[in-house]
């Protein structure tokens, strides 16, 4: 396989990866499993699938092992990275339906967790706020391919527009 980079271009290869590859989960750092246990499954509604003492959790939607790592094995009592390091910027999970997604926004309403924004990509409706440890987390549902966006060459043409979040309060689950 050859593989070349250079400063001013994006790394190429010959051989693309498998498209059926999927990101199966992410583990995350957090300072207190309680908290974020809560918010993960408390707020959001994962299960929980299995615990490792106080160091350890793994949570998921649904009968899969796991979506998400959490685990305090190097950031016990840590604080959120500083803005302007790399890390993270965000974990996006897609929801199947808009009335999904609108049903997550009503359980951060009750919870009284504030957004940092919400935009409709075209492509997508997401919802964007911080789990307890300062996360990153893009909540959202895909459209239908055949709605996405295109240009007059039949290219894909995403765009943030603000999303109403009003309208997506009237869905009912």
């Not at 959001?44 to 979506?67: C, D, I």
């Not at 789990?131 to 295109?150: I, Q, S």
């Amino acid at each position: 396989m050859a593989f070349t980079t250079d400063n001013d271009k994006r790394p190429t290869t010959t051989v693309p990866i498998d498209p059926d590859v999927i990101i199966g989960h992410v583990h995350l750092k957090v300072a207190d499993l309680e908290r974020s246990l809560n918010f993960y499954c408390g707020v959001l509604g994962f299960k929980l699938t299995q615990r490792l003492g106080k160091e350890a959790a793994f949570v998921a939607a649904g009968n899969y092992h796991h979506h998400l790592g959490l685990n305090t094995w190097e950031s016990e009592g840590g604080e959120p990275p500083p803005q302007g390091f790399t890390g993270l910027y965000h974990v996006a999970l897609r929801y199947p339906t808009q009335a999904a997604l609108a049903d997550a926004l009503k359980r951060l309403e009750a919870a009284s967790i504030v957004l940092d924004g919400a935009s409709d990509h075209g492509v997508s409706e997401a919802l964007y706020l911080r789990d307890p440890d300062g996360n990153g987390l893009e909540l959202y549902w895909d459209r239908p391919r055949e709605l996405w966006p295109k240009d007059v060459k039949g290219e894909l043409q995403m765009v943030t527009r603000p999303l109403d979040l009003n309208e997506m309060r009237r869905f009912d689950r």
